[in-house]
Nanobody, 122 residues
Framework: QVHLVESGGGPVQAGDSLSLTCAAS????????MAWFRQAPGKEREFVAA????????YYADSVKGRFTISRDNAKNTLYLRMDNLKPEDTAVYYC???????????????WGQGTQVTVSS
């Protein structure tokens, strides 16, 4: 079982940048596809971005494409999400998750972090 801990959230202004980090508990991190999801108040959790276990293949929701960048460092057991040009609609709790393959549906992921709040004000 992989234990995931997100960090890096906080309050920012529209147009600002923010980087989230997800630290995994052990080296098995390298065997998992990883993803970021987010959940805004009153809404369902939605897919943000994913990255294959071997790194180069990345996938993004249309709403964040061109603004967010997902990356991973398997040597550090760490997943990242760089968020640029943030918008108020990006306000949500952001979760990292691990699974066997890259999917945009949350039911295919096995392990979840506790989430980190990102609040973007206009």
């Amino acid at each position: 079982q992989v234990h995931l801990v997100e960090s890096g959230g906080g309050p920012v202004q529209a147009g600002d940048s923010l980087s989230l980090t997800c630290a995994a508990s052990d080296h098995t991190f390298a065997n998992y596809a990883m993803a970021w999801f987010r959940q805004a108040p009153g809404k369902e959790r939605e897919f943000v971005a994913a990255i294959a276990w071997y790194g180069p293949s990345t996938y993004y929701a249309d709403s964040v494409k061109g603004r967010f960048t997902i990356s991973r460092d398997n040597a550090k057991n760490t997943l990242y999400l760089r968020m640029d040009n943030l918008k108020p609609e990006d306000t949500a709790v952001y979760y990292c998750t691990a699974g066997k393959n890259v999917y945009s549906k949350e039911q295919y992921y096995d392990f979840w972090g506790q989430g980190t709040q990102v609040t973007v004000s206009s």
